[in-house]
């Protein structure tokens, strides 16, 4: 990186910074834990700049480099006020994996004090999270991907997500506040292997089943890619494939790169014209995908890397774009020999 600070701006920055630290203690390490801003200085500091809290001084002893808090994994599952919950579970972010910088997690009000006993969380805030860790997701990336937690005692979804299009081999759901201790759940998920947009019962679809039996606290689970697949059922809720989606997206192909197929997916939001088409880096057109009138949804299309005249095109970087509803979008693919 390029030092563009001069010494004597150094010297001033560094006067500031003893300035303001000597008054306001080390307020810059609010930003450096999840909803800070919602406790200030409270989460660390008894009164400001004075004696420290039971949160404050673990962070002091333990969890300092460079000046700056280390907030991760083990500092969320550590529960430094004695009060039964993480201080993770009090900041929103009971597994440790929001960063510095990024937007607060959670629900800013149901923040408590990790530095206070008597500062616990209450009704929903109380309730115990749940964290999905999945890894070798590989043979799934750019497919559709739903995941749901099931309360066995009533067969009711507690929590459900989903992915338009898995982005990399390992990713991660957090659902706060969503398992009530001493409950029991399974946890269902699948990914559309077929790629035509509604689930179908193994192998066709991958689909999966974790069973978290009598929770206790927040849960984490990992899983990584297997064939021991379990057929969880037409209930899954695909709704938002049926329904009409709000705007015109253009999905990754899959698989990428390729040979010597691979699939192209988009929804539209209303039927109309669409033109799908290939281009090559020169800019040339070498092939046409689609062109007519289809309806609103999810569409998918094969492309066997094959020109207007049927050859095989060669081994290289190539551009999708689709037109439709007055606009443009772009993708790259690359096709392997
Ligand atoms: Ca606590
Ligand atoms: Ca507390
Ligand atoms: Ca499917």
Redesign the pocket.
């Known amino acids: 990186m390029k030092r563009t600070v001069t010494r004597s701006t150094m010297i001033m920055v560094v006067t500031l910074l003893s300035l303001t630290t000597s008054l306001f203690a080390r307020s810059h390490r609010v930003d450096q834990i999840p909803n800070g801003s919602e406790l200030g200085c409270a989460s660390c500091h008894v009164t400001p700049g004075g004696p420290r809290t039971a949160f404050g001084t673990l962070i002091e002893n333990s969890y300092l480099s460079g000046g700056n808090v280390v907030w991760g994994p083990e500092l969320a599952a550590a ?9 993770g579970h ?1 900041l929103e972010d009971p597994f440790g994996v929001w960063t510095s910088g990024s937007t607060n997690p959670g629900n800013t009000s149901f923040v408590t004090n ?1 530095g206070s ?1 008597s500062s616990v969380p209450e009704g929903d805030a109380a309730k115990s999270s749940f964290q999905m860790q999945f890894t070798d997701m590989t043979p799934h990336v750019g497919q559709y991907f739903e995941i749901r937690i099931v309360d066995t005692s009533n067969d009711l979804t507690v929590a459900s997500e989903d992915l338009s299009s898995i982005g990399d081999a390992a990713y991660e759901f957090v659902f706060l506040h969503a398992l009530e201790d001493g409950a029991s759940y399974q946890v269902d998920f699948w990914a559309d292997h077929n790629g035509n947009g509604t689930y179908d019962a193994p192998p066709t679809d991958h689909a999966w089943r974790v069973d978290l039996a009598s929770v206790s606290g927040n849960t984490m689970e990992s899983f990584s890619h297997n064939t021991n697949f379990t057929d969880i059922g037409g209930t899954v809720s695909i709704d938002h494939l049926a329904a009409v989606p709000t705007e015109l997206v253009l999905y990754d192909n899959y698989p990428n790169p390729f040979n010597p197929e691979t699939v192209i997916r988009y929804e539209l939001a209303a039927p109309g014209f669409v033109e799908l088409n290939v281009y090559n880096l020169q800019g040339a057109q070498v092939a046409t995908l689609q062109s007519g009138v289809r309806q609103a949804g999810l569409q998918s299309v094969a492309w066997n890397a094959r020109n207007y005249r049927g050859e095989q095109l060669p081994a290289g970087i190539y551009i999708y774009t689709l037109r439709a509803d007055g606009q443009m979008h772009s993708k790259r693919m690359m096709l392997l020999k």
Request: no cysteine; glycine share 16%.
């Open positions: 529960d430094a006020d004695g009060d039964g919950f993480s201080n009090e990790p006993n």
